[in-house]
C-alpha cells in the first residue's frame, strides 16, 4: 500500500516541482540579465550565456501563456458549475471539479495572482532577448512571440480543455496563490468592496425554461432531450403558476354515459374510442347528477344496461361534488 500512495504523490508533485523549478531557473536568468553588468555583443556571449537566455526566455513564454489560458480557463468556471460536476458528472470530470472547487472560491484573489505573474512573464521577456539579439529584433520577438504562444494558443486550449488543464496545475496554481499573497489579499479585498462577491450562475424560472427547451433535439443545438421530455419538464416549472382548473376537463366535455345506455357495441366502440379507463355514469336526463365512475376493465362484450354494472361501482360522488362545474377525467 505504500509504494501506490508513494507513486501517486510524486505523479501529483511533478507538475509543481517541474514548474517551480522552470520559474526558478526563468528567474535567474532574468536577473542575471537585468544586472548592472558591462554589456556584451551577442557574439561575445559564452555558449553557456547564451542557453541561459534562450531557455530563460522560453520559459518566460511558456509561464505568459499558461497564465494567460488558466486566467481564461479558470476564470469561467464558478462554484454551482463545479457542485454540479461533483455530483452527476463523470469520474474524471468529479476529480478535476474537487481539485479546483478551492481555487476558485476566491476569484479576486485568483485573478490578481495570475495577471501579476503573467505580467511579469511578459515584461521579463524583451528584457532576456535584448541580452542575446539586437534591441529591435528582441522588441519584435518579444511581440510576436507572445501573442501567438502567450495569449492565442493558450487561450484557445483552456477555452476548451479548461477543466482538465487548470486541474492538472492546481498545484502549481497553488504555491502562486501562497507566493504573491502580500500583493493578491489586498487587491482582491479592495476589489470584493467596490466590486462585491461574484455570485453563480443561476438561472430564473424563465431562464431555466428557455434553457430546457434548447436541450430538445429538434433545436439542433446539441441537446439530447425528446420533445415530451422538454414538455414535461417546461410544464413542471409552470406548475406553481396554473390554478386546478386549468388541468380540470368542463363538465359539457366530458365522456360520460347514462344510466339506462345500453352497453351493445357500438357504446363499447365508443368507449374503446375515448382512451379513457374510467368512465362516469349518470343519471337518466341530467349530466350533473354521477352515480358512480366505472371501470372499463369490468366491461364485457354482452349487451348489458349500465345499471347493471352496479357491483363494480369505484367510489360514488358526493351531492358538493356533483354540482362542481368541472370535473377531472383520467384518460
Not at 100 to 116: A, C, D, G, W, Y
Not at 154 to 165: K, R, V
Request: neutral net charge.
Amino acid at each position: 500500500m505504500a509504494a501506490p500512495a508513494l507513486v501517486t504523490i510524486v505523479v501529483n508533485a511533478m507538475p509543481t516541482l517541474g514548474s517551480v523549478l522552470g520559474l526558478l531557473g526563468m528567474g535567474m536568468g532574468t536577473v542575471y540579465a537585468i544586472l548592472p553588468t558591462s554589456r556584451l555583443n551577442p557574439d561575445e556571449l559564452t555558449d553557456a550565456e547564451y542557453l541561459v537566455f534562450l531557455l530563460s526566455s522560453m520559459g518566460l513564454v511558456l509561464t505568459a501563456g499558461l497564465m494567460s489560458g488558466l486566467t481564461l480557463g479558470l476564470m469561467s468556471l464558478d462554484d454551482v458549475e463545479m457542485e454540479i460536476l461533483i455530483k452527476s458528472g463523470k469520474s474524471h470530470e468529479k476529480k478535476h471539479a474537487e481539485k479546483i472547487r478551492s481555487i476558485i472560491s476566491k476569484p479576486h484573489k485568483l485573478l490578481v495572482t495570475l495577471v501579476v505573474w503573467n505580467a511579469i512573464a511578459a515584461e521579463s521577456l524583451p528584457l532576456v532577448l535584448d541580452r542575446i539579439t539586437d534591441p529591435v529584433t528582441s522588441v519584435i520577438l518579444s511581440v510576436t512571440v507572445v501573442l501567438l504562444f502567450g495569449e492565442i494558443i493558450p487561450q484557445a486550449l483552456c477555452t476548451t480543455y479548461g477543466l482538465a488543464i487548470g486541474a492538472f496545475f492546481s498545484p502549481l496554481v497553488n504555491v502562486l496563490l501562497f507566493v504573491t499573497q502580500p500583493i493578491s489579499v489586498p487587491i482582491a479585498a479592495l476589489l470584493d468592496t467596490i466590486l462585491g462577491q461574484r455570485h453563480s450562475a443561476l438561472f430564473r424560472r424563465t431562464q431555466l425554461r428557455t434553457f430546457v427547451d434548447l436541450h430538445d433535439v429538434n433545436k439542433n443545438f446539441g441537446g439530447n432531450l425528446s420533445t415530451e421530455e422538454v414538455t414535461i419538464i417546461k410544464g413542471a416549472l409552470d406548475l406553481t403558476h396554473k390554478r386546478a382548473k386549468a388541468a380540470m376537463t368542463p363538465l359539457d366535455l366530458v365522456f360520460m354515459l347514462s344510466i339506462d345506455a345500453v352497453l351493445d357495441a357500438a357504446t363499447l366502440e365508443s368507449i374503446l374510442k375515448s382512451g379513457h379507463s374510467r368512465i362516469l355514469v349518470h343519471k337518466k336526463g341530467d349530466r350533473t347528477k354521477i352515480v358512480l365512475r366505472s371501470f372499463c376493465s369490468f366491461l364485457s362484450s354482452m349487451t348489458l344496461t349500465a345499471s347493471s354494472l352496479t357491483a363494480s361501482i369505484d367510489s360514488c360522488m358526493s351531492e358538493s361534488a356533483i354540482n362542481t362545474l368541472c370535473i377531472a377525467s383520467y384518460p
